[in-house]
């Protein structure tokens, strides 16, 4: 068991994995606890964090995100370049002005459902799955705040995001799974099928 804090430095000491930086990919299903798991890392100097939802094209574009997300974010790193794209604007339901997101820590988190697709994983020093069980997962998301924005589309996003899920062979083709606790303590081990 280990801490977020202790977590975001192990993270900070790997090498970099495109350009100078150490990109990690933070992935899992809906209400697993991904988001939170990456505001904690986000609170250590090192870290910053993008969420992969920025890449969708709404509730239908999970399975373009990762390459979206190639594009706008890991090219520009790997060649020292400001990342920029057009995040979705979900209020409006369209792509929104294009935005450059200046990197200036060690460390990206790319957190979110996607963010451990193969085109993305290569790219990364760490690829972590974070698991919850599924009640767990499930009571999560009914006590989120954006739950009425999400319920219509819950059911389909499921079946979308564990049909990415196996397409990209997650998790087992991740590096590490994390399970994180109430308290923020985090539980990790390595993947099982690496």
């Given at each position: 068991m280990t801490t977020p804090h202790g977590f975001a430095h192990h993270l900070a000491s790997l090498p970099p994995?495109?350009?100078t930086t150490v990109l990690?990919?933070?992935?899992?299903?809906?209400g697993a606890g991904k988001t939170a798991l990456a505001g904690d890392l986000a609170q250590h100097d090192e870290v910053t964090v993008v969420s992969v939802e920025e890449f969708y094209l709404g509730w239908e574009g999970l399975a373009e995100a990762p390459a979206r997300a190639l594009a706008g974010l890991v090219e520009p790193l790997h060649h020292g370049e400001t990342p920029r794209w057009r995040p979705w604007d979900w209020e409006h339901d369209r792509e929104g002005p294009e935005q450059e997101r200046p990197v200036t820590t060690r460390v990206v988190v790319l957190e979110g459902c996607g963010a451990g697709a193969r085109a993305l994983r290569e790219h990364q020093a760490l690829t972590v799955w974070v698991d919850a069980d599924p009640s767990v997962r499930e009571r999560r998301l009914r006590t989120r705040e954006d739950w009425p924005l999400y319920a219509p589309h819950?059911?389909?996003w499921r079946r979308t995001e564990q049909a990415?899920?196996?397409?990209?062979?997650?998790?087992?083709?991740?590096?590490?799974?994390?399970?994180?606790?109430?308290?923020?303590?985090?539980d990790t081990e390595p993947s099982r099928h690496r």
């Open positions: 994995s495109v350009g990690i990919g933070v992935d899992g299903f809906s819950r059911d389909a990415l899920a196996e397409r990209e062979e997650l998790p087992g083709a991740a590096d590490l799974v994390v399970r994180r606790h109430p308290d923020g303590s985090l």
